[in-house]
């Protein structure tokens, strides 16, 4: 059974924004997956570029509050600002630093292991010769190509929203 996806734009590009379009993805759960995968991956690069654009050492905690981008509200500016300076993220920080520092082997496939990254192209020729050699419709396959095309889509403009490129 095929899910659908549903993305309200006008949520991503800001309550303002005079994109209020809505569409709707097929995706099975792979394409679900792979889709929240690489949103919350935007979504931590957009909070570790708002850390290393605002606080800066010397910085006290008020300056970096009075410094709040114009794309965020104030009350969630401030609780994030408050996060940042609080002995929690300090700890949290302190121990990825020294996480880093102790690293020999440096892995530059993301948290996937070069072994899953074989098998999921494995599995990915797997279906596309699955997918044109059996009798699947040619529409079946061109929803699955579609939604894959809609998904990236998706990152390209995730990728503009959250470096200002748009």
Sequence with gaps: MKQSARFNISLILGANSSTKEKFVLRVNEVIDKKL????????????????????????????????????????????????????????????????????????????????????????AETLIAERTTDNSSAKDVEDELGALSLVMDFGYLLHNVYTGSM
């Design 36 to 123: 929240l995968r690489y949103v919350g991956k935007a979504w931590r690069n957009h909070r570790y570029q708002l850390k290393r654009d605002h606080k800066k050492l010397g910085k006290t905690k008020q300056d970096v509050k009075d410094t709040r981008p114009g794309n965020l509200a104030r009350d969630q500016w401030i609780k994030l600002v408050n996060y940042w300076f609080s002995k929690r993220c300090e700890k949290l920080s302190n121990q990825g630093k020294e996480a880093r520092a102790s690293q020999e082997h440096y892995h530059t496939t993301g948290n996937e292991s070069f072994v899953m990254k074989r098998d999921e192209f494995q599995t």
